[in-house]
């Protein structure tokens, strides 16, 4: 069964560091790769996809490929309480997206 | 205003009911979905219209049943729901090209649904 595993968190991170997120996938045939971000109460908004190996940066936030490892990660540097949200990953395999369950990051002032 | 809009934000209902769950898109996407949201488990894809077809995951019980009557609209039809069904479901659209799931979703806010 084709899964995508996210660590639940939380994950507290002091305000202006660096928030590193984790997310590995069983399918090796992934084509593609996406994080949302989710507050609480809100749904789903996307921020970065990520289709080839090696690091894709957009402002603060950095997408990291590494398919030979099957892993995804994103950084979000400086970080500011208003990125304190639940992040998804998700990937896609084929058709549709397969979804980890998302880890909860908190940004402490 | 959004680009994907849900009514009824929230929902309470009894297992015997029946009711419709209502979604639009304003951002002329051709695919659109259900998925549901339960605590700390992954999204779960429920049904999906994309390009005039209809895919589903198999599954979902027969007590939810899809509408899609054109590219803006579509409707999730509730009926004899159990307790373990509440939980926030969230409709998406995208815009797909017919080679595969772009994977760039736009989400409504959910409606939420508590099953007595």
């Known amino acids: 069964q084709k899964e995508v595993e996210q660590n639940s968190g939380p994950l507290s991170v002091p305000e202006g560091a660096i928030a590193s997120l984790n997310c590995t996938y069983s399918?090796?045939?992934?084509?593609?790769f996406f994080w949302y971000r989710q507050y609480s109460g809100k749904s789903p908004e996307l921020i970065m996809f990520i289709y080839s190996n090696g690091d894709k940066e957009d402002g603060r936030f950095t997408a990291q490929l590494n398919k030979a490892s099957q892993y995804v990660s994103l950084l979000i540097r400086d970080s500011q309480p208003s990125d304190s949200a639940t992040y998804l990953c998700?990937?896609?395999?084929?058709?549709?997206?397969?979804w980890g369950a998302g880890t909860k990051l908190i940004i402490k002032p | 205003e959004t680009g994907v809009t849900q009514t009824p934000r929230h929902l309470v209902m009894g297992m015997t009911n029946k009711k419709s769950l209502k979604c639009e898109q304003h951002?002329?996407?051709?695919?659109m979905y259900w998925y549901k949201q339960s605590a700390k488990k992954p999204l779960e894809l429920m049904f999906v219209?994309?390009?005039?077809?209809?895919?589903e995951n198999n599954s979902v019980p027969s007590r939810f049943s899809p509408e899609c009557p054109n590219s803006s609209h579509l409707f999730l039809h509730l009926h004899t729901l159990q307790p373990e069904d509440s939980a926030l479901y969230l409709c998406?659209?995208?815009?797909?090209?017919?080679?595969?799931?772009?994977?760039?979703?736009?989400f409504g806010e959910g409606s939420r649904l508590t099953v007595l």
């Open positions: 399918d090796r045939g992934s084509q593609s």
């Open positions: 219209y994309s390009l005039e077809e209809r895919v």
């Open positions: 951002l002329g996407h051709n695919a």
């Open positions: 998700a990937v896609n395999p084929n058709y549709q997206l397969i």
């Open positions: 998406a659209s995208s815009q797909e090209q017919g080679t595969g799931g772009s994977g760039e979703l736009f």
